[in-house]
């Protein structure tokens, strides 16, 4: 399976009264099947997984199956601490009609976790997974890093078929592709690394900054593939800059932000997360109206 493109990393919206707004979520889905993403990628790092209950996951899977466009590839994030939950969650998104599990690194025991620990570890959730694994190297949320010789070796599991390398660092993105077959593919997790990191050979990229600006992430790599590299120039500077303000200095607060200014339905983070402060709101506002008219509150 061919996972190119750009995918959403899906924000999880919530009801005023703290809970998960599936309504929300069904809106936000209906406007991307508008636009080029090639699919999304649900229950990640920006959809406050670690904050949610079984059940709203469970919820969440189901409502993004039921309101996806066919031909959206859909990659469910399932990876716990737990190897045996873990591979539990891979086959409940297996059963849903998902086509792929994202599956994290376990971080908790940092000093227990050596290469062969991880290699167990993914070994065994590959082996009983009904649909392939990518692999999902956030250090940034998790201390934790998968280094391109561990990734080389995973690789050879003919049931791990990718990763999302979320760093930032091109150049641990050049290694890892310089040390796996072609087959395996490549996508990042950083708007601020896509334009470079598809110059060095990764398939695309699970980006925060798509859930509020899909059509500018979708437009880069269009422009990369297509080989108009000073367009794709012009237009990285652009996304550098969302990257930075939206995600990196206000992170998943002001992804959902972004997206209440563009006919999204975004919403506040879940508690321990804050909102943002009015400082914040103003920088976002005005960054958002720099943005064409045709392109604001679909």
Known sequence: MDFSGVFP????????????????LKHNIQQYNRTGVAGYVVNGSTGESVLLSNS??????????????????LIAGTGVESTTETI?????????????ALV???YYYKPAYKPEVYFQHYHRVADASPIPVLLYSVPQFTGVALEPPEVAKL????????IKESSGNVLRVAEIIAAVSPHFQVLVGSAASVYPSMAVGARGAILALASALPEKCVALYDLVRQGQHEKARELHTVIL?????????????????VMDQRGYRGGLPRLPLLPLHDEQ??????????????????
């Not at 800059?241 to 959902?256: N, Y």
Request: positive net charge.
């Open 9 to 24: 990393a899906l924000i999880t919206p919530f009801a005023g009264d703290g809970s998960v707004s599936v309504a929300d």
């Open 56 to 73: 709203e996951t469970e919820a969440v899977l189901v409502a993004v199956k039921e309101t996806a466009f066919r031909g959206k590839k």
């Open 88 to 100: 539990e969650r891979t086959k409940r998104a297996a059963q849903l009609g998902y086509d792929a």
């Open 104 to 106: 994290k690194t376990p």
């Open 155 to 162: 690789a050879g599991h003919p049931n791990i078929i990718g």
């Open 241 to 257: 800059r969302a990257s930075k303000l939206v995600v990196s200095e206000c992170g998943i607060a002001g992804v959902k932000y």
């Open 281 to 298: 709101k103003k920088r976002l506002n005005a960054f958002v109206e720099t943005f064409e008219p045709a392109a604001m509150r679909a």
